[in-house]
């Protein structure tokens, strides 16, 4: 192994890493708590009483691309409160969380993967729904124009801003507004409340033009995903389920470039199958216009300034 123990594991603190042992495919650490008193779940007493041990294994974010198996010895503690008694496993909040196989900065990433998984499937959503779009109107130039803005402030926080309504819809302005303003951003909230009710954040109300769209049909899913295979690939070591997910969201991807509309169906069946509720949204998304997505995927367009941007058309 390339990196030091002290190094590749300090995010295991305040856990005592014990031994670090190269098993090949796969790493395995030894550790435990760090001692001193915790607190009795019952009474709220500390106490440092060791009861006995027990090992919780846990999976940790990869090292060298390979999965990293952390085996832990946590006490089992007894309360020295006369009327307690309890005996309690103790916590180490911030590296395991109760009942996660995972530790806390793996369930962090794996987490963040998804968000970030999900912020594109519904970009591919926003782009599927722009094509159904352009196939009802016979002139893509045709398309009514989206209201002109000025430049304003909240442009620079617009990707932040959808990101995160889009990850958590209830969150409140209040809120956003102190995380663009530690962004940096020097507006005041009633630019802000003004900007979110004239819809600049939802864009899907604002009609793009048609080389936008062929732009966010082409490359856009495709950009999104090479950003994510680093990541992906790093976590899929670790985390089998996020193999799946990459896989499909990849092949998507290739549907919606190399306009395999008729494939959708097969896709949709697969992502069922294998059980990926992150992107149970989205299907039902497709579901509910499947006919236009489909339509949407397979027709080619004919005029304007979109014209040849296809590229050979494939069969099927
Ligand atoms: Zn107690």
């Given at each position: 192994m390339n990196v030091p123990a002290t190094v590749a594991f300090s995010?295991?603190?305040?856990?005592?890493?014990?031994e670090v042992v190269d098993e090949g495919e796969w790493v395995s650490v030894q550790a435990r708590s760090p001692g001193g008193p915790a607190?009795?779940?019952?009474?709220?007493?500390?106490?440092?009483?060791?009861?006995?041990?027990?090992?919780?294994?846990?999976?940790?974010?990869?090292?060298?691309?390979?999965p990293v198996v952390v085996r832990v010895?946590?006490?089992?503690?007894?309360?020295?409160?006369?009327?307690?008694?309890?005996?309690?496993?103790e916590q180490v909040p911030g590296v395991l969380e109760r009942y996660q196989r995972r530790t806390a900065r793996l369930t962090g990433q794996v987490r963040s993967v998804v968000r970030e998984l999900l912020d594109c499937s519904r970009r591919l959503g926003l782009s599927l729904n722009t094509v159904k779009r352009y196939a009802r109107v016979p002139e893509p130039n045709r398309?009514?124009?989206?209201?002109?803005?000025?430049?304003?402030?909240?442009?620079?926080?617009?990707?932040?801003?959808?990101?995160?309504?889009?990850?958590?819809?209830?969150?409140?302005?209040?809120?956003?507004?102190?995380?663009?303003?530690?962004?940096g951003y020097t507006g005041g909230l009633n630019l802000l409340y003004k900007y979110i009710n004239q819809g600049r954040l939802d864009g899907d109300r604002i009609t793009p033009s048609p080389r936008r769209v062929t732009?966010?049909?082409?490359?856009?899913?495709?950009?999104?995903?090479?950003?994510?295979?680093?990541?992906?690939d790093e976590l899929s070591a670790a985390c089998p389920e996020m193999?799946?997910?990459?896989?499909?969201?990849?092949?998507?991807?290739?549907?919606?470039?190399?306009?395999?509309?008729?494939?959708?169906?097969?896709?949709?069946?697969q992502v069922r199958e294998a059980g990926l509720v992150e992107l149970e949204p989205f299907l039902t998304g497709l579901d509910q216009d499947h006919d236009a997505v489909i339509a949407g995927l397979t027709l080619p367009y004919s005029s304007g300034p979109t014209e040849g941007v296809w590229g050979s058309p494939k069969a099927g």
């Open positions: 995010g295991l603190l305040p856990l005592v890493v014990e607190e009795c779940p019952g009474c709220g007493a500390e106490s440092a009483r060791v009861h006995g041990y027990h090992q919780r294994t846990v999976t940790d974010v990869p090292l060298d691309g390979r010895r946590v006490r089992r503690l007894v309360c020295a409160t006369v009327n307690c008694r309890s005996t309690f496993r398309l009514r124009r989206p209201p002109q803005y000025r430049a304003c402030l909240v442009d620079a926080y617009r990707d932040h801003l959808r990101a995160r309504r889009a990850a958590e819809p209830g969150v409140p302005v209040l809120r956003l507004f102190a995380e663009i303003t530690e962004l732009r966010w049909l082409l490359t856009r899913p495709a950009n999104l995903l090479d950003g994510l295979r680093a990541h992906l193999t799946a997910l990459a896989e499909r969201v990849r092949e998507f991807a290739q549907l919606m470039t190399e306009r395999r509309g008729s494939d959708i169906d097969r896709w949709i069946k």
